[in-house]
């Protein structure tokens, strides 16, 4: 009698009515169009329980509750990033973020105050996400301006994945010009009269992954130091899940990183991710069979299988990719004209390694940005589609800039999906100086991809294509202008708000197989929402790239606040190592 009894208060206790959280007098954009707006919800282990006014909301408060002032603020679905780059930038703490920052002058500044705390042995870095577009001066800094910011460490600028500034102890650290330093494909030094390097580089992505491994390399603690800031940058901008499309680390080591981080219960940010297995540089390697490989002997793991349950999708394994076979990889560079692939290579990596992964129903991605290379690829995935029929399997293409009208319809045909990135937005200029203007107006076919009813989301690509900011892409879908102010896409190419709104928050569900309970602020959805510090929806466009979050909520609980909810935000420990530049500067410019 007495274990009955407390089997049933057990289970009353386990079943007490009320929320664990209340936000009320909000103007929340559901996304939901059986009910599009409310002013309040509840949240109840993890997930939204309830929608609607203050009065039925208040109404669920008990004495636990804990009840947030949405201050008529207006408050959206979590941002989903459904391509991003966290575990490749496992040196972030370590780089200078020029992301946002106005002018060159000040981002010389920055160089040169972080030059003079940087230690002996140790580099002065700034490793994408930034362009020279978003400046007031419009151009790149000069060798002599970086040689005089930074003229006793070694210095590399990196531009993206397309080019790279070195100043002179930087060239003799690394050997450039000798035999010290190796040979890379597709890499190009610049060179002055006398044939020596001026310490320009022109490259590709893999010339910049090989730098990477050049310069200094962080301690454990440093990588979960840099995991953290980075994933508290994604927050302040609103952003709640990601998916991490590979990293020069692979499967399982970049893993572990994140493995640390979810047993101290400090993951602040959903995390899928694909694995993507470039071997050690020592020889060739078949990718895919690196994969399976690693997936199957090294660290047995199935798609789908979360590896920190204690979180809905907390570190889910999504499958292969975005590079299925680094021969195929069209890259991005929009300074060059496009890269076409050997259209049986296409057919081989079809042929060959997808059918691998299609007959163990493996998801997968591949990156091919160029409609040229769409198009041989669509080719043999529709043969081998006749032979083994994807039949419901999740695949995309990632990037896909200038894919046709025709092509659209052949990957909504065979099931697929396109995740965009809004690359456009930071360096579209120079596409319109390689491709014309024409062409960028209609790059992506955002209108005609919408409205086709594709699978499809925008993300970043960042932290080294792109800035993580993705307010920068909205700002793009809406007002066809990029960082520059100039005109980037045609007045019919353009989103409304609640368009460009959706490819970064249900839209972009679908890539981590979780439309059903994420994207929306509806009841059974994962409780993961942001209130902005100013109303998307009614201020001028132009402000529109400077929106940011006062409080980003993550499976029920506070991850980011500021502002009015500065109190409620969770305290960061300090940067390792004392001299990192995200101490100083912040993640983001105008943090610090």
């Known amino acids: 009698m007495v274990l009955s009894l407390s089997a049933s208060h057990a289970q009353t206790k386990q079943d007490d009515p009320g929320a664990d959280l209340i936000v009320f007098n909000a103007k929340i954009s559901t996304g939901n169009r059986g009910q599009p707006e409310a002013s309040a919800l509840a949240v109840k282990k993890g997930r939204i329980y309830s929608v609607g006014s203050n009065a039925e909301i208040l109404g669920l408060k008990n004495s636990e509750t804990k009840v947030i002032d949405g201050r008529s603020r207006r408050l959206i679905p979590g941002i989903i990033d459904a391509h991003i780059h966290v575990l490749n930038d496992s040196g972030y703490i370590y780089n200078i973020r020029w992301d946002g920052v106005p002018t060159l002058k000040r981002a010389l500044a920055m160089l040169s105050e972080q030059a003079a705390r940087t230690p002996k042995g140790q580099w002065v870095k700034v490793i994408g996400g930034w362009s020279p577009y978003q400046f007031e001066e419009n151009r790149f800094p000069t060798l002599e301006e970086l040689g005089k910011a930074v003229s006793d460490r070694p210095l590399i600028v990196q531009y993206a994945y397309n080019r790279a500034f070195l100043n002179k102890q930087a060239i003799e650290t690394l050997g450039v010009s000798t035999d010290r330093f190796p040979r890379l494909p597709d890499t190009e030094f610049e060179k002055d009269s006398n044939s020596r390097p001026t310490g320009v580089v022109y490259g590709n992505t893999w010339t910049f992954v090989a730098l990477e491994t050049m310069v200094p390399q962080l301690t454990p603690d440093e990588e979960v130091s840099s995991l953290v800031y980075s994933i508290h940058g994604l927050n302040r901008f609103g952003v709640t899940s990601i998916v991490d499309n590979g990293s020069r680390w692979g499967y399982p080591r970049a893993a572990e990183i994140v493995d640390r981080l979810a047993r101290e219960h400090r993951l602040n940010v959903r995390m899928p991710f694909v694995v993507l297995q470039l071997g050690d540089g020592s020889h060739p390697v078949n990718m895919v069979d690196a994969q399976l490989d690693a997936i199957t002997k090294t660290a047995p793991i199935s ?84 032979e083994i029929p994807l039949d419901g399997l999740r695949w995309s293409i990632e990037h896909a800039e200038t894919i046709s009208p025709e092509n659209i319809e052949r990957v909504k045909k065979l099931g697929g999906g396109i995740a965009l990135d809004h690359k456009m937005a930071l360096h579209g200029d120079a596409f319109i100086q390689s491709h014309g203007r024409e062409v960028a107006l209609q790059t992506p076919r955002l209108r005609m991809l919408v409205d086709s009813g594709i699978p499809l989301a925008m993300s970043t690509d960042a932290f080294r294509a792109a800035s993580f900011n ?77 929106v940011s979050s006062v409080l980003t909520i993550m499976d029920g609980r506070v991850v980011f606040g500021k502002q009015d909810y500065s109190a409620l935000s969770p305290k960061l420990p300090a940067a390792l190592p004392s001299w990192s530049p995200v101490k100083y500067f912040g993640t983001y410019y105008g943090e610090n």
């Open 303 to 386: 798609p789908g299988q979360n590896l920190y349950p204690a979180l809905a999708h907390g570190h889910e394994y999504r499958g292969a990719g975005e590079v299925l076979q680094a021969e195929v990889h069209d890259h991005e560079n929009f300074d060059r004209p496009a890269i076409v692939v050997d259209p049986e290579k296409m057919r081989r990596l079809v042929e060959q390694d997808v059918r691998k992964l299609v007959e163990r129903r493996m998801p997968f991605r591949e990156h091919i940005s160029y409609n040229e290379n769409i198009t041989p690829f669509l080719d043999a995935l529709e043969k081998l589609n006749e």
């Open 470 to 546: 993705p307010w920068i892409g909205i700002s793009w879908m809406v007002t066809g202008k990029s960082v520059s102010g100039s005109e980037i896409l045609a007045k019919d190419n353009r989103l409304s708000r609640a368009e460009a709104l959706k490819l970064f928050t249900n839209g972009a569900a679908w890539f981590m197989n979780t439309e059903s309970e994420m994207g929306l602020i509806a009841p059974g959805n994962l409780a993961d929402f942001v209130i902005l510090d100013r109303d998307y929806f009614s201020v001028p466009e132009d402000q529109i790239k400077s």
